[in-house]
C-alpha cells in the first residue's frame, strides 16, 4: 500500500515537472521556424530593416522574413502585431508615429503602445532636411521664415508620414509662421511634385532626397537633427539656420506582442543589437543619414514614453486634431 502511494507521488511530481519544464525547454531552443518581420511603413526604415533581417537570420539560425503592413501612420503594423500571438515568431519594426505620435494623432488607436507590446531593442535614428525647389527663390531657411512671415498662409508644404508633418509643425510653432498643409499618400510622390514645383517646401527623408540634392533637381536648407547629416556636411542643422531649440529626430525600434516570454525578448535583443552594430548596417546607417541606437528592452521602454510626451507636446501646440 505505501509503494502504490510513494509510485503515485512520484508519478504526480514527474507530471508537475513536466508541465513546468517543457515551456523552458521550448524557450531555449527558440527559434524552431521562421519569423515574421512586420514592416509598419516603406522606404529607407524598409530597407534598414531588410538588412538587419539577414543579419539576424544568420544569427538565429532561422529566416527572419519582411513583411511589410503600411497605412494609417504604420498603426495597421502595430495593431497586427499587438494581436499575434506572444510566441516570438511575430515581431513588429515600429517607429517614433507608432509608439510616440500615433497616441496624439488619432482619437481610436486599436492598440496601447505600453500595454500591447514588449521591447525588444533599439534600431536607429535620423534627421530630416528641410527642402524647396531647385527653382525656388528661396535660398536659406531664414529667407523662407521672413517670406512666410509677409505672406501667412500663403505658402504650402507637403508631407507624407507622420515625422515630415510634424517637423513642419514644429518648425512654424518656433518661427511664429503659418503655412498652408499638403498631405501626400507617399513620400516619393510628394518628393516628385515638389521638384516639379507643385507647392513650396517639405521635410522628407535624407535617403530619399539626398540624392535628389545632390543631382540638383532640389535644394536642401537645413536638418533637423542636432548635428549635420554625414550625407549632406556642407548643410546647416536648423538650430545653425536661426532656428532656436529645433530638433527633431525619427527613430526606429522592434517589438514583441505583450506577455511574450522573457528568455525570448533576451534572445532577439541579443541578436537585433548584434545586427545592428555590424559594419555592414553601419555603412547602410551613413547612406541613409542615420546613426545606431542599440538598446536593451527596459531602456526602449523608458525611451518611448519619454519620447510620447514630447510628440503629444508638439502636436498639441501645434493645434492638431486626432483623426
Known amino acids: 500500500m505505501r509503494l502504490s502511494k510513494n509510485l ?31 514592416m509598419c511603413c516603406v522606404g529607407a526604415i524598409d530597407a534598414v530593416a531588410r538588412a538587419i533581417a539577414d543579419d539576424m537570420s544568420d544569427i538565429l539560425g532561422q529566416a527572419v522574413v519582411v513583411e511589410p503592413r503600411p497605412g494609417a501612420g504604420g498603426g ?23 509608439h510616440a505620435a500615433n497616441q496624439s494623432l488619432y482619437r481610436d488607436l486599436p492598440y496601447d503602445y505600453v500595454k500591447d507590446f ?26 523662407l521664415t521672413a517670406k512666410a512671415r ?10 507624407a508620414g507622420t515625422t515630415p508633418r510634424i ?42 532626397s539626398a540624392p535628389m540634392v545632390k543631382a540638383g533637381k532640389l535644394r536642401a536648407l537645413a536638418v533637423s537633427g542636432g548635428t549635420r547629416a554625414l550625407v549632406l556636411p556642407d548643410v546647416p542643422t536648423m538650430q545653425e539656420a536661426g532656428v532656436e531649440n529645433y530638433s527633431l529626430t525619427w527613430w ?14 533576451e534572445r532577439l535583443n541579443i541578436a537585433l543589437t548584434k545586427a545592428v552594430s555590424s559594419d555592414r548596417l ?27 510626451s514630447k510628440w503629444a507636446e508638439i502636436v498639441k501646440n501645434a493645434g492638431i486634431k486626432p483623426q
Open 8 to 38: 503515485a507521488h512520484f508519478s504526480s511530481s514527474v507530471l508537475v515537472c513536466l508541465a513546468l519544464c517543457l515551456p523552458v525547454q521550448a524557450q531555449a531552443i527558440y527559434p524552431e521556424k521562421q519569423i515574421h518581420m512586420v
Open 76 to 98: 495597421i503594423a502595430a495593431n497586427h502585431v499587438a494581436k499575434a500571438k506572444n510566441d516570438g515568431y511575430t515581431i513588429l519594426v515600429g517607429t517614433n508615429a507608432t
Open 118 to 143: 514588449a521591447p525588444i531593442g533599439g534600431i536607429g535614428a535620423g534627421a530630416m532636411v528641410l527642402l524647396v525647389p531647385a527653382t525656388s527663390t528661396i535660398h536659406s531657411v531664414a529667407e
Open 150 to 159: 509677409r505672406e501667412p498662409g500663403k505658402l504650402t508644404y507637403g508631407w
Open 167 to 208: 517637423a513642419m509643425a514644429l518648425y512654424s510653432q518656433l518661427t511664429h509662421t503659418r503655412l498652408l498643409e499638403i498631405p501626400y499618400k507617399t513620400n516619393p510622390q510628394a518628393t516628385t511634385d515638389l521638384i516639379g514645383g507643385e507647392f513650396d517646401t517639405m521635410f522628407a527623408d535624407l535617403n530619399t
Open 252 to 265: 526606429v525600434g522592434m517589438w514583441a506582442p505583450a506577455g511574450t516570454p522573457t528568455p525570448i525578448v
Open 282 to 308: 553601419a555603412q547602410l546607417f551613413r547612406n541613409t543619414g542615420a546613426t545606431p541606437m542599440p538598446m536593451s528592452p527596459t531602456e526602449l521602454m523608458q525611451f518611448q514614453i519619454s519620447e510620447n
